[in-house]
């Protein structure tokens, strides 16, 4: 019975750490992998290192932006951070 009241304060601290830090950084990570998965031609983007753009063409791995002078540059499909605006087509 001792040894459960000597627990009982680290199993409190683990479930507080479990729910203010690690269960929202997951929900985090799985809107990330959920967005960049739903990535179509014409989508306006950030990436990760600020640039903004729209998406000229994509594949498995890679994605063609289209920079706002009209020079397309090639990033991963991990570099994008977040969709703008959709094309809605």
Do not use: C, W
């Not at 997951?26 to 990436?47: F, S, Y």
């Not at 932006?65 to 991990?78: H, P």
């Amino acid at each position: 019975m001792a040894t459960l009241v000597n627990l009982l304060p680290l199993l409190i601290m683990f479930a507080i750490f479990y729910f203010l830090l690690i269960r929202p950084q997951q929900k985090r990570q799985r809107a990330v992998q959920q967005m960049q998965a739903n990535l179509k031609k014409g989508d306006k983007i950030i990436t990760i290192g600020g640039l903004h753009g729209i998406i000229d063409s994509i594949d498995e791995n890679k994605v063609v932006i289209r920079a706002g002078d009209g020079s397309r540059l090639t990033y991963d499909r991990s570099a994008i951070r977040e969709v703008v605006a959709e094309n809605n087509q």
